[in-house]
């Protein structure tokens, strides 16, 4: 049996973290066994349809590298791949139902639906369908289609008994069917069926062996069993996947601007470091290792090692996994990446971009963070004069007023404006005064940069400033401190 998987997201929006860690395991397990790997657009729901959403899901997948064997833009031998394109398939498998007793045709209205709804809620009942328009005789039906009553088909769902299954995460599962299932609807009244009904039959239609998907869908598949069972097709193998929330009590989401991967694209996160944390989230190799690339995943992955407890997104342990991958990025490649946001607080500034992300690179643990931190570069931010104090470096204010006018003179006189010219005209004169080098260069930093922490020491900043603009904050500083 080959094995074939399937990711089949909705085009609602954007992709939340939870889809691309079911399209990740899909994948992942498909390659494992040298099998495939299907994507499927199920848009059977159009008043939730967001247009420009497919397109999102395609560059999603690819930006993190899980490419497909069969889909909606490549085709393949069970195509159409969008659920919408299918619409002719589903209505004859509903007619079989009909015809052998599983399913049956409802005529009842929304208003109909709603009053009884109404009743049996004041009433304290919990409502399901309850089988009204069941008890029709095939004339009373026939008569109903002749005369184009709208219709829609059900599930004849059974009300006593179990529905057994045995899932690869979370075991033996088994549901009374009074409680997991009612009589939902499969074909609506526009002819689309529901994603209910739909799912069912595309996944026999192209040859799903094992069907990944979240935990939520737990309850739900006696339903999609019964329907298996009244066609007559093989079920797959079930893989129910832990849910992924922010913490043990809330779940990632949209209003928090945690829930979707292009929040964290967005906040300058690779995708890299994105994908492999994610696998990490639910599911565990056996040993102490953290970093995979795609290929290593494949390998390691075992369906077995995944927790049937919710998963916990820790973005703390994210961050830290993108710090290492940027600072194992290619120079250059970071350069790129950098560059838009150096961009945000120096675009027009003559900076050296180059050594400045040279700076960087090791400092950077997210691209987003990177303006707060050069924003000094750009303006010279207000500071409290205490931030010259420096027990270890034998610094204060005081020290400070001493040795910048000392320092002025000699940073004049520089005419060749390089690093290493600063560090060695500087580095001379510290020793002819007697003085501690960090009793020199500390003060000589907060005054060009006004700030404790800085990607770079007083040579490095004093260089990329320029000289005009070095000079003109250490006069600015020294007067500051002679006012104070």
Same mark, same amino acid.
Request: hydrophobic share 40%; net charge negative; proline share 5%.
């Given at each position: ?35 495939s ?51 002719a ?27 009884r ?6 009433a ?66 526009d ?14 239609l ?90 290593e ?58 050594? #400045? !992300? %040279?700076?960087?690179?090791?400092? &950077?643990? *997210? $691209?987003?963070?990177?303006?707060? +931190?050069?924003?000094? #570069? !750009? %303006?010279?931010?207000?500071?409290? &004069?205490? *931030? $010259?104090?420096?027990?270890?470096? +034998? ?53 060009i940069?006004?700030?404790?922490s ?31």
């Amino acid at each position: 049996m080959q094995v074939r998987t399937r990711f089949a997201p909705s085009p609602t929006g954007f992709m939340h973290l939870g889809g691309v860690r079911t399209a990740l395991y899909a994948y992942l397990y498909a390659k494992q066994n040298n099998g495939s790997f299907i994507l499927r657009i199920e848009d059977t729901d159009q008043e939730r349809f967001v247009e420009g959403a497919t397109e999102v899901i395609y560059d999603t997948l690819r930006a993190c590298g899980l490419n497909w064997d069969e889909g909606p833009d490549i085709g393949g031998p069970c195509g159409p791949y969008i659920q919408s394109q299918r619409k002719a398939t589903y209505l004859p498998y509903a007619k079989q139902l009909v015809a052998s007793g599983h399913a049956y045709y409802c005529f009842c209205t929304k208003e109909e639906i709603e009053a009884r709804r109404a009743a049996v809620e004041a009433a304290g009942g919990t409502w399901k369908y309850d089988k009204h328009c069941l008890h029709l005789s095939q004339e009373e039906v026939q008569q109903k289609l002749d005369a184009g009553i709208p219709w829609t088909i059900r599930m004849n769902a059974p009300t006593e008994g179990e529905t057994s299954y045995s899932d690869v995460v979370f075991g033996d599962m088994t549901f009374k069917n009074a409680e997991s299932m009612d009589d939902m609807v499969l074909i609506k009244q526009d002819g689309m069926p529901t994603y209910n009904f739909a799912n069912v039959i595309d996944d026999h239609l192209m040859g799903i062996t094992h069907v990944m998907r979240g935990m939520e869908y737990l309850s739900s598949t006696p339903r999609y069993n019964y329907l298996y069972n009244a066609l007559g097709w093989e079920i797959p193998t079930y893989i129910h996947l832990p849910t992924v929330m922010r913490d043990a009590t809330h779940k990632l989401s949209k209003r928090d601007g945690d829930a979707y991967y292009s929040d964290y694209i967005d906040k300058g996160f690779l995708t890299e470091a994105l994908v492999n944390y994610l696998a990490l989230v639910g599911w565990n190799p056996g040993t102490d290792r953290e970093f995979f690339t795609l290929p290593e995943l494949v390998e390691a992955f075992d369906i077995h090692r995944i927790n049937n407890s919710p998963g916990i997104f820790d973005v703390n342990k994210l961050e830290w996994m993108n710090s290492q991958y940027i600072a194992k990025m290619d120079f250059d490649q970071y350069l790129a990446m950098a560059t838009p946001w150096f961009d945000k607080v120096l675009a027009g500034k003559n900076i050296d971009y180059r050594r #400045l !992300a %040279e700076l960087m690179q090791s400092r &950077t643990d *997210i $691209f987003s963070r990177i303006p707060e +931190k050069i924003a000094f #570069l !750009a %303006e010279m931010p207000e500071y409290d &004069t205490a *931030i $010259f104090f420096n027990k270890k470096q +034998k610094s204060d204010e005081t020290v400070a007023k001493e040795v910048l006018p000392l320092l002025l003179p000699v940073l004049e006189g520089i005419s060749d404006w390089t690093e290493q010219n600063i560090h060695d005209v500087v580095m001379e004169k510290i020793q002819e005064w007697g003085r501690k080098t960090g009793s020199v260069l500390w003060p000589m930093r907060i005054s060009i940069s006004g700030q404790e922490s800085t990607p770079g020491g007083a040579f490095e900043i004093a260089y990329l400033l320029g000289k005009e603009e070095t000079l003109r904050r250490m006069r600015a500083s020294l007067a500051r401190l002679e006012n104070a």
